[in-house]
C-alpha cells in the first residue's frame, strides 16, 4: 500500500512495516544587524546595511521506530546532536541604497538652461557571501561534513534615473531609464554531479568546453549556467496631472 502519506515495504529489511515522513529536522539563523541611514530630507539620501549571521540545520529524535525499541536500538536509530551550515547559508550581506535629487533650477547652468533640475539618480548594490556547497575528491568521504566550500560571492547594482518635466496647468511629463544588473554580474547556478568537480578542478561551467573539444556546450545557454538574469534596460515615460 502507497500513499501520500508513506507506505509499506515490500521488500529487504523491515519487510511490512510502514514507512512513513517524521517532522524531526530543524533549522536556525543567528547573527547581528547594522544599519546606518540619514533621516532629514535632503538632497542625498542613504541606507546601508550589513549582516553578519549564520544558517544551521540538523536532525533530532529517532529515524526509525520499531516495535520493541530496546536502549540499544534507540541509540542506534536517533540521529547525532549535530549541525551542518545550511546550503542556504550566506553568512556576510551588505545591501546599499544612494538617492541623489537635483531641486528645482538646480544643477549646472547651460545657456540659460538647467538641464538636470527635478532629476533624481539611485543606485542600489547588493553583495553576499556565495552559497555553501560539499566536495571533496572521490578517494575521500567523510559522512560528519556537509558544507565545506563555498560559490563566489554574488552582487548586483540597479540604476535608476528619473527626470520630471513641468509643463502648464499642473501636468508634468515623468522619463526614467531603469538597468537592472548594470554590471551584467554573473551568478552561478548551483552546480552538482560530475558537472561539480569540472567547476572545483578547472572552474569549467556547462559553458566550457573544458579539456573535452568535443563537448556540446551549445545544447546549454545561459539560463542554465547562471541564475540570475543578465542586464535589462527599462525605458518608461509617463504623465503627472
Known amino acids: 500500500m502507497e500513499t501520500t502519506a508513506g507506505s509499506i515495504k515490500k521488500s529487504g529489511d523491515y519487510y511490512g512495516t510502514y514507512r512513513t515522513y517524521l517532522n524531526n529536522a530543524y533549522g536556525s539563523s543567528q ?32 529515524y526509525i521506530i520499531l516495535e520493541n525499541m530496546t536502549p540499544e536500538l534507540e541509540q542506534k536509530y536517533t540521529y547525532s546532536a549535530s549541525e551542518y551550515t545550511s546550503g542556504e547559508d550566506r553568512t556576510h550581506r551588505f545591501n546599499g541604497s544612494l538617492t541623489y535629487t537635483v531641486p528645482m533650477n538646480g544643477g549646472p547652468e547651460i545657456a540659460g538652461i538647467t538641464p538636470f533640475e527635478n532629476m533624481s539618480f539611485g543606485l542600489i548594490y547588493r553583495v553576499s557571501s556565495g552559497l555553501a556547497y560539499y566536495w571533496s575528491p572521490s578517494y575521500v568521504a567523510d559522512a560528519n561534513i556537509e558544507s565545506n566550500r563555498r560559490y563566489p560571492l554574488e552582487s548586483n547594482t540597479d540604476l535608476q534615473i528619473e527626470k520630471t518635466l513641468k509643463l502648464r496647468n499642473g501636468i508634468s511629463i515623468v522619463a526614467s531609464v531603469r538597468v537592472s544588473n548594470l554590471f551584467n554580474n554573473k551568478q552561478l547556478t548551483p552546480i552538482y554531479s560530475g558537472e561539480l568537480s569540472r567547476w572545483v578542478l578547472r572552474s569549467a561551467t556547462y559553458e566550457d568546453p573544458d579539456n573535452d573539444p568535443d563537448r556540446d556546450v551549445r545544447l546549454y545557454n545561459y539560463y542554465q549556467v547562471y541564475k540570475n538574469v543578465p542586464r535589462e534596460i527599462y525605458i518608461n515615460v509617463g504623465f503627472n496631472f
Open 31 to 62: 547573527g547581528v544587524e547594522i544599519s546606518f541611514s540619514n533621516r532629514r530630507v535632503d538632497r542625498w539620501r542613504y541606507r546601508m546595511t550589513y549582516t553578519l549571521a549564520q544558517v544551521k540545520r540538523g536532525y533530532h529524535g529517532y
